[in-house]
């Protein structure tokens, strides 16, 4: 995996939703797993969701079931991730990455390329 840079993010309410959107640059990006993971400040990054490479299993973090939806499109190169109901505790930079492992991940070690991040906010 080449480059992963993320897009989407922003200021909403509490209670609102946003769409965040992973670019993946280079060839197999159907080869890979695909998480989200989100940092706040003096904190370590902390799992969200992951997908599979045919995008047929998925993984969340307790605090966003129900109102996360992760997805990919591997005609695309794109992962997403669909967030709804947020609160003011979603607030934090939101990292795409992409793991060799089969089997989806939830730590950041196993995951081998990062994006930037895109800064969520949402106010209460």
């Known amino acids: 995996q080449a480059q992963l840079v993320e897009s989407g993010g922003g200021l909403v309410q509490a209670g609102g939703s946003l769409n965040l959107s992973c670019a993946a640059s280079g060839r197999s990006f159907s080869s890979f797993s695909m998480g989200w993971f989100r940092r706040v400040p003096g904190m370590e990054r902390d799992f969200v969701a992951a997908i599979s490479r045919s995008g047929g299993t998925t993984d969340y973090a307790d605090s966003v079931k129900g109102r996360f939806i992760i997805s990919r499109d591997n005609a695309w190169n794109m992962l997403y991730l669909q967030m709804n109901n947020l609160k003011p505790e979603d607030t934090a930079v939101y990292y795409c990455?992409?793991?060799?492992?089969?089997?989806?991940?939830?730590?950041?070690?196993?995951?081998?390329?990062w994006g930037r991040g895109t800064q969520v906010t949402v106010s209460s």
């Open positions: 990455a992409s793991s060799y492992y089969y089997t989806l991940q939830t730590t950041p070690d196993k995951y081998e390329t």
